[in-house]
């Protein structure tokens, strides 16, 4: 049985979403549809998303993708079983409410709303349409999440007593990374992974958190510091940085050794450390890009007619957005959604 996917949005994102969904044709997935303002790119991305930059025809990239120059017609097409939600954050409530309100199921790229607010009517709406709704956090979704549970459970490192962890890349030329009608910002960008990280690994009892931001000439943030300590006694050390690259590792020390995961945005091993030794090391397994691990979580979650994907459920998307918005009030970063 064919699951069939459609797009808003025709940005970078979607373009890597493309590149991962067409490869899934042997497992009966298919970029179906892709909607934009602009019937013109729409077309243009739906010819560049199955061709090599040879010109030649990508592997699986026989099945038909209509493009469509609204997203409102997109979100009518019921032959969709899933549509991804690829635009700025700005627009994410708009349009997966657009989507819902047209009885189609919902994938929304992180940071999946701008506020908390937005989250919870869009997750009401989920609940009374009985769609799903699931926030595109990767991490969330992928083998190296759980290859690292199990290390952490295993308790090869002792007694488990912090973590750190920073994601930094240069990107600030970006309009969507810098300007509040867009929601940009280190925090929504990449402070959302490092956040995500810390309650993966460490759970969601929170003491308190310290915060301090680095605020841009538009009022966003550059760059942003959060400690998060957590009822168990652990804590954990954020950065985020839109400006400057940083080596994204994720470290979670106790006390009998540590455990380094390289990348955390798209880890590619993950390595324990016992008296200054490697022990035991993670592999992550060959991928498409990485992005299909949620794509599979939500066609499995519609055939069994759940309204949410347990490796990144309601609860938690409204508990990352709560903390975020704490983060912004005490830094003083608002946008126009607030309102």
Request: proline share 3%; hydrophobic share 40%.
């Amino acid at each position: 049985m064919s699951f069939n996917v459609g797009f808003i949005g025709t940005g970078w994102i979607a373009e890597k979403m493309a590149q991962t969904l067409i490869p899934m044709a042997d497992e009966g997935v298919f970029l179906a549809a892709v909607g934009s303002r602009d019937l013109k790119k729409a077309e243009e991305f739906v010819g560049n998303a199955f061709m090599h930059s040879d010109n030649t025809q990508i592997a699986g990239g026989t099945h038909k993708c209509v493009p469509y120059g609204s997203y409102e017609e997109l979100a009518a097409d019921e032959t969709l079983d899933l549509i991804y939600v690829a635009t700025p954050h700005s627009h994410h409530y708009e349009h997966a409410k657009l989507c819902m309100e047209k009885g189609r199921n919902v994938l929304v790229e992180k940071s999946f709303t701008v506020n908390a607010r937005q989250a919870r009517e869009l997750i009401e709406l989920a609940n009374e349409k009985k769609l799903l709704l699931a926030e595109a956090i990767w991490t969330r979704y992928m083998p190296s999440r759980f290859a690292l549970e199990k290390m952490l459970a295993s308790g090869i490192i002792g007694e488990i007593k912090s973590l750190e962890c920073n994601l930094g890349y240069n990107n600030i030329h970006a309009e969507r990374m810098y300007l509040p009608e867009l929601a940009g910002g280190a925090l929504l960008d990449l402070g959302v992974y490092t956040i995500n990280f810390a309650l993966m690994n460490f759970g969601t009892e929170i003491e308190s958190i310290e915060s301090s931001a680095d605020i841009y000439k538009t009022g966003t943030d550059l760059h942003n510091n959060i400690t998060i300590n957590f009822k168990s006694g652990k804590r954990a050390e954020l950065y985020a940085s839109l400006d400057e690259f940083t080596d994204r590792k994720g470290i979670i020390r106790g006390d009998g050794g540590y455990i380094e995961v390289e990348n955390i945005n798209n880890p590619e091993w993950i390595r324990t450390h016992i008296d200054g030794a490697k022990t035991v090391q993670f592999d992550v397994p060959p991928q498409i890009t990485g992005l299909e691990y949620q794509v599979r979580s939500c066609r499995k979650a519609i055939e069994n007619g759940e309204i949410e994907c347990p490796e990144m459920p309601h609860a938690e998307i409204i508990r990352v957005m709560e903390i975020m918005d704490g983060l912004r009030k005490n830094w003083g970063v608002t946008y126009p959604m607030d309102n």
